[in-house]
Every structure is written in C-alpha cells, then in structure tokens.
C-alpha cells in the first residue's frame, strides 16, 4: 500500500486529514474558487456598470416631471454613452426600434438627434 502525499490546490501545502479533502483550510479553498470565478465575476460587473452608467446618462436628458426628452448623438456620446451596451429593443406598431437601457430608452432620429422615453414600451 503505497501512500501518496496530497498537497493543496491554491498553495501546494501537504494536507492532512479526510482522504478527500483538497485544501489544507477554508482560506485556501475561498482563494481558489475565487479566482476560477474572476473573468466571469469581472466581465458581468463592467457590463453591468457600463449599463448602469447609460441609464443614468439617458436619465438626465429627460426634464423633471417630463417623459420624454430629445439630445443628439455628440452630447450623448460627450456625457460617457456608450452604444455597444443595452437591455433590450422594443418595436412599436409603426415599425420605430427603441433601444433600451433598463427603464429609459432612445428613439434614433435624423441627423444625429435621438429621441429619450422614459417607461417600459
């Protein structure tokens, strides 16, 4: 019967006790499964920021009190906008393709200016 020497996954330490255990403590194994995590963890929290950021942006060009508000693309794009990140689309009956940012949305005009709505379609 031969005895192998297990050592930690994270820090490469011998562990000592059940057969089946893979981290010398709960430390090892929290640091471990924390970085198998981190890409996904990282990538989901900077898109989810990037949203958040443009739906405060759509946010301010709406008056207080109002449901809609107009801007242009320049001014969108000067304030941080960025156009790669949405929640959804929502096509109305006359066919118009609003892009949504959680609850504000905007309507792409002519020549550069963009329609803001405030509400869920």
């Not at 820090?11 to 089946?20: K, N, S």
């Not at 929290?30 to 990282?42: E, K």
């Not at 060009?61 to 109002?66: L, M, N, T, V, Y």
């Not at 689309?89 to 905007?106: A, I, R, S």
Request: charged share 30%.
């Amino acid at each position: 019967m031969s005895l192998e020497k297990r050592t930690c996954l994270n820090c490469g330490e011998p562990i000592r006790g059940r057969v089946d255990k893979k981290f010398c403590d709960d430390s090892c194994r929290n640091n471990y499964n924390n970085q198998q995590t981190a890409l996904t963890t990282n990538l989901i929290r900077n898109t989810n920021n990037a949203l958040k950021r443009n739906r405060n942006i759509l946010e301010k060009f709406i008056p207080d009190g109002e449901n809609l508000g107009k801007t242009t693309r320049d001014r969108l794009m000067r304030a941080g906008f960025n156009f790669k990140y949405i929640t959804h689309l929502y096509t109305n009956k006359k066919g118009n393709q609003y892009h949504y940012c959680y609850d504000y949305g905007y309507l792409e005009l002519d020549g550069d200016w963009f329609l803001i709505v405030k509400g869920i379609e």
